[in-house]
C-alpha cells in the first residue's frame, strides 16, 4: 500500500526547481488523474512481461508477477456460465463485464464441460488467446482443435466478451477465469469529480517498493503538461533504468 499523502508530495518535489516552485501550482485532481493513469500504464508494463520474453531470466519473470499478485483474481472467483452464441462454429460466450471485481486483463482460464455420461470434465484452454483469423486453421487442424478426450481448447476475447469452442461432441457449462483486475482509484479529498461527488482519501494499493517507479511515470505525464523539460529527462532516464 502507497499512501496519497506521500505521492503528492514527493510529486511536488521532483518536479520542482531548487530555486522555484513554478512548478507547484497544479490542481490536485490533475495530480489524482496523473497518478491514476500512471498506475494504469505501470500495470500493463509489468504484465508484458509475464510472457518471460528471450533474455529475460525466470527471476525477473517471477519478480514482475509478484509485483501485481494481490491484483490477481483466481479461478475460483473468476466463474461465468457460457451460453451457445454461434451453433456453425460451436462457439461458446461469456460477458467479461459480469466479472467482479473488474476485469482488466486475461491472465488464464478453463472450462467444466459434460460429453454424454462424463460430466464436469476439467478442459484447459490454449493460454495465448486465439486470433480471429486463425479460426479455420484451428478448428480443423487434428492437432489443435478442441477435444474432450485431451481436455484442451482454445479461446478469443473480444467487444468484452470471452468465447471458447468445441467440436460439438461435448457441452461446456461455465467458465473459470484467472484474470488481472482494475486496482483501486487512487484519490485525495479535497475536490469535486465530474460526477459531482466529493473525492474521498484512498492509498494507491499496490505494493510500496512500486513508488519510485509509479512516481517516475507520474511525473514524466506532469512534467510534459507544464513542460519542465529537466524533469521531462530526468523521469525518462529513471523509467528506462525501472525496465
Excluded at 1 to 27: E, G, R
Excluded at 55 to 67: A, L
Excluded at 83 to 100: C, M, Q, T, V, Y
Amino acid at each position: 500500500m502507497i499512501p496519497v499523502d506521500s505521492l503528492l508530495y514527493k510529486i511536488d518535489q521532483k518536479l520542482n526547481k531548487l530555486s522555484s516552485n513554478a512548478h507547484q501550482q497544479i490542481p490536485l485532481e490533475d495530480k489524482i488523474l496523473a497518478l491514476n493513469e500512471a498506475q494504469i500504464k505501470l500495470i500493463k508494463q509489468k504484465v508484458d512481461g509475464f510472457s518471460t520474453p528471450a533474455g529475460m531470466g525466470q527471476d525477473s519473470f517471477k519478480k514482475r508477477y509478484e509485483d501485481l499478485q494481490r491484483l490477481v483474481v483466481t479461478y475460483d472467483d473468476g466463474k461465468l456460465d457460457l451460453k451457445l452464441a454461434d451453433p456453425i462454429l460451436n462457439r461458446w460466450a461469456a460477458d467479461l463485464n459480469k466479472l467482479k471485481p473488474e476485469y482488466m486483463l486475461y491472465e488464464d482460464s478453463y472450462v467444466l464441460a459434460d460429453k454424454g455420461p462424463c460430466k464436469d470434465r476439467k478442459i484447459w484452454i490454449n493460454k495465448d488467446l486465439a486470433r480471429h483469423g486463425d479460426l479455420q486453421f484451428l478448428v480443423n487442424n487434428e492437432h489443435y482443435r478442441p477435444s474432450f478426450e485431451y481436455q484442451e481448447t482454445f479461446n478469443w476475447i473480444s467487444s468484452d466478451e470471452i468465447s471458447i469452442f468445441t467440436d460439438g461432441t461435448f457441452t461446456p457449462s461455465a467458465i473459470y477465469i484467472m484474470y488481472m483486475r482494475y486496482p483501486e482509484y487512487i484519490d485525495k479529498e479535497g475536490y469535486i469529480k465530474f460526477d459531482g461527488t466529493e473525492s474521498k482519501n484512498n492509498n494507491c494499493e499496490l505494493e510500496l517498493y512500486l513508488e519510485d517507479e509509479l512516481l517516475d511515470l507520474t511525473v514524466q505525464t506532469l512534467a510534459t503538461y507544464i513542460e519542465n523539460q529537466s524533469a521531462i529527462q530526468t523521469s525518462q532516464m529513471r523509467i528506462q533504468t525501472n525496465e
